[in-house]
């Protein structure tokens, strides 16, 4: 019983993973940088050797990648608390390195706060997207429902219909842009993407062409995690979405019923797809 435990318990684990989009930290002086740099080896590198030799603190890095040779960017908030070089003055030390196009400084509105309002519009992968928190999520599919009853529940599994109908189609394009043809290796990268955008741990158990039949399991799924307390199975957002991805892959509607969860208490919530 233990190592059947164990081995769920490594099964589960995560390290989580933060989009720093803006941060708080009391009592700092917080400035942020973006980098635009030509994309070759060793620019990030050379970038971070540069602050490091100035003592400087990074709180945050990401790095949008592109092609070789192609216009890249770094953004970066960096403490200048302790500091007596002037942001203005690092800024224009990278500026001098070979690989960088340009450099434009975030100056902070507030004491201990910073955010990028350089970098916009947002784009997860080629898309403009927007990122919605817990505190967000919360009003949307906990609140929602809540006001609207039994009303709002069928919304959120009719929106999470459409939207799962129209990711899958991006996402198969994009997988057949690749060579990934086969239904199987596309499920496999829509799972994938699920997880790393924090909607669940997505895991296929059973996928069947005819008839038509799909099973997943999601550890964690974030629509549950906040109806937890609930006394039946609490996914319609989600529920919904999978009815979506599965009526797009077998070119007919599709249902998904939500058999097990973890808003009920049990260790993941699993999906049953099937044919309406």
Do not use: W
């Amino acid at each position: 019983m233990k190592k059947n435990k164990s081995r769920f318990q490594r099964f589960i684990t995560v390290i989580p993973f933060g989009v720093q989009r803006f941060m708080f930290y009391r009592g700092r002086r917080l400035y942020g940088l973006v980098v635009k740099a030509i994309s070759r080896p060793g620019v990030l590198a050379a970038v971070t050797s540069k602050i490091a030799e100035r003592g400087l603190d990074i709180t945050y890095c990401s790095t949008r990648t592109v092609k070789a040779d192609e216009r890249g960017l770094i953004l970066l908030f960096i403490d200048f608390t302790d500091s007596e070089i002037e942001p203005t003055t690092l800024a224009r030390e990278l500026e001098e390195l070979e690989p960088i196009v340009d450099v434009k400084l975030i100056k902070p509105k507030f004491e201990g706060f910073i955010s990028d309002d350089v970098s916009f519009p947002l784009l997860l992968d080629s898309l403009r997207a927007i990122i919605l928190d817990e505190t967000a999520l919360r009003g949307l599919l906990v609140s929602f429902r809540e006001h609207l009853g039994t009303g709002g529940e069928a919304m959120l599994y009719h929106l999470g219909v459409e939207v799962g109908a129209m990711r899958a189609a991006h996402l198969f394009e994009k997988a057949e842009s690749i060579g990934i043809l086969d239904l199987g290796g596309k499920c496999q990268i829509l799972s994938n993407i699920l997880t790393s955008l924090g909607y669940g741990i997505f895991k296929p158990v059973k996928l069947h062409r005819e008839p038509p039949q799909a099973i997943l399991r999601v550890y964690r799924s974030i629509e549950c995690e906040l109806g937890r307390g609930a006394k039946q199975p609490y996914s319609q957002f989600i529920r919904g979405m999978l009815a979506g991805f599965a009526t797009h892959c077998f070119k007919r509607p599709m249902i998904a019923t939500e058999t097990r969860c973890i808003a009920m208490g049990d260790p993941y919530c699993e999906f049953e797809v099937k044919p309406r």
